[in-house]
């Protein structure tokens, strides 16, 4: 290989500290032997992988395909059809030959060894990651950790390798990255506990995968072995963490809707943004006149009320029906009455007020008039504080996207101790709870939750425990709406058929509108019943084959020893 293309981050100024991934310039085309010299260059060189995380600008809100929000346009499954190519097959492996590169270059350096050890760790982090993204899309996939060249033709085009194999390799990595990467307290680069939060979320999204996955739905069966395996993997990494971090009790939104997230006791590690530097898009799509994609009734109703129990067994008042109010900017449909007697994230989600073509609202009273395709808003990103010009515009958002934080690592360790346990592991304690949820749920107002939970959830149609449906509970709540986590989810619990709007239709529909007088002559809007209709007249039907993505036909006529997910053939 004579010549590395060098991929860089273009930020151009300093405005973190010395040891923070954005505090290096752009690098240009190297050769090979007067590259691999200093650290300097192969901390550019892993400065690539920062552009993997795609923060506000992918991640958060715009990934619709769930039961917890509705788009402007129907949505269905993510492939329906297979592609002649695609860059969820083809940028992994991109970015795997990277981490190679560096692995092997790394490690004929001259320089001590706790420093290669250190830059290996990055790389077989990041590895990790790569492959893990593979895996879960596409199941069984060629794995190798050679940077390879067109001579190495047994790999290239040779067969895919087993999923649990591949993770196998996966979690090598990790514990090698965790063992190797520097422990440094900055939160926006390279960091021993950056490595244990992705090691916290991989291994728990293995565990359960492996826990609940089915032979007849195009699967292998279950392993629990693996499944123990993991689970304790995920929940020792996670509690590696927790004393390290403190929890923002203060405010749960200001992990989405700040300038800076530096100074958050709770992030591990965040995507930096900077006016007029890095900036992205989101909140102009959650503030703007381009219809919202609102928060569906089903995520709605998951919301617990504030005695701690859920909509089917509440005392509270479990009316949805807004109010109209009269104020000197105009009426508003105003749901803050609703909210008053939920979960707190509720309201630090979603508008005060239910609004739709025919029936807008204006957030802080500035700005632009909104609709919503369910009638929920999602204020969840948006800060009052910054200009409105800088919040209307696409382009020009610069708030810091969480990326590993300890409410997720809360969420991870609490699940894994309570899906260990359901599959004959070590018990888990009333301790673990009051050490990770019942935090969230001291921030949310809500009551805590015991291991013996005291109702059983009429909801509950995972065929889960109710301490299992209550922990599932609580993590889609604080992530709605967060790094495309339901369908994830979803996926790894063998519940993909949740999405599918013929037997569940409350995933497209919204608010009840039956008290807006005009409804009635609303011709903007569809209803069924009393609530808003946001199907767009699609329908979703679930296959087996979609807990798959089909490989791209071209790798196939590349290399004919890959064969098609099963169900895509």
Known sequence: MKKINIVCLLLLLVFTGCDSILDKGPLDTFSNSNFWTGEGNVSGYANSFYDSFSGYNDDFYFRTLSDDQTANSFVNWASTAIPASSGNWSSPYTNIRRANIMIEEVAEMSIPEARKNHWIGVARMMRAQYYYRLVRMFGDVPYTDKSLDITDEAVLYGPRNNRDEVMDHVLEDLNFACAHIDDVSSKITWSRNMAYAMKTEICLFEGTYRKYRKAEDYQTAPDM???????????????YLIP?????????????????????????????????????SLVAYTSASTPISG?????????????????????????????????PTGPVFSITHLLAVRDKRLAQTIDSAVFYSGRTFTRFNVGMAMTSTSGYGVCKYDNETIPTNFRNQTGSNYTCAPLFWLATVYLQYAEAAAELADAGGEAITQADLDKTINLL???????????????????????????????????????????????????????????DTTTNPNIILGANVSADPDIASNEAVKLKGNYLDVSRDGRRTFDKRYYWYPIPSGQIILNPQLTQNRGWE
Not at 295 to 316: E, H, I, R, V, W
Request: include cysteine; proline fraction near 3%.
């Open 441 to 499: 749920k001291d921030r949310a107002g809500l009551p805590h939750l015991s291991l013996n939970v005291g109702f059983n959830d009429p909801a509950n149609n995972h065929g889960v425990s109710s301490l299992l449906w209550e922990i599932r509970r609580e993590r889609r709540c604080e992530l709605m709406f967060d790094n495309w986590a339901r369908y994830w989810d979803l996926i790894r619990w063998h519940q993909l058929d949740k999405l």
């Open 295 to 327: 928060m569906s009734k089903d995520a709605f109703d998951s919301y617990l009320f504030t005695d701690g129990k859920p909509l089917a067994l509440t005392s509270c008042d479990k009316s949805d029906l807004p109010k109209m109010i009269e104020k």
């Open 225 to 239: 072995e693996g499944t123990k395996k993991y689970l304790k993997e995920a929940k020792d990494a996670a509690a």
């Open 244 to 280: 390290k971090y403190s929890l923002n009790k203060d405010s749960y939104q200001t992990q989405y809707n700040s300038v800076s997230l530096s100074a958050n006791s709770e992030i591990i590690f965040f995507k930096a943004y900077k006016q007029s530097i890095l900036t992205h």
